[in-house]
């Protein structure tokens, strides 16, 4: 069991930068591939950033690459979104997500565990 817990949303304007932090708690977080996700009012949940169990690998929805970076700390529970040059369009709810498995990293369904959400938004 995984229980996240999302922290670092707020207001921002066009171009400004945030740091997103998920806790994680329980001792299965260094084996939990991690996700950061988000959904905009009337959009789906999709794909933000991605991180492999032990921060090997990264991988980043189109629309963020170079914008954003994920990174991990398997001996603090965490996981972080660290978002620049931010863009109105950035405006959604983002979550972490945590799964155990070899499914993709781009799917919300691959995903074990949410956390409940932190709100970004970006203003013009």
């Known amino acids: 069991q995984v229980q996240l817990v999302e922290s670092g949303g707020g207001l921002v304007q066009a171009g400004g930068s945030l740091r997103l932090s998920c806790a994680a708690s329980g001792r299965t977080f260094s084996s939990s591939a991690m996700g950061w996700f988000r959904q905009a009012p009337g959009k789906t949940r999709e794909f933000v950033a991605g991180i492999s169990e032990h921060g090997i690998n990264t991988y980043y929805a189109d629309s963020v690459k170079g914008r954003f970076t994920i990174s991990r700390d398997n001996a603090k529970n965490t996981v972080d979104l660290q978002m620049n040059t931010l863009k109105p369009e950035d405006t959604a709810i983002y979550y972490c997500?945590?799964?155990?498995?070899?499914?993709?990293?781009?799917?919300?369904?691959?995903?074990?565990?949410w956390g409940q959400g932190t709100q970004v938004t970006v203003s013009s």
């Open positions: 997500a945590a799964k155990r498995n070899y499914l993709s990293y781009f799917t919300p369904t691959s995903y074990n565990y």
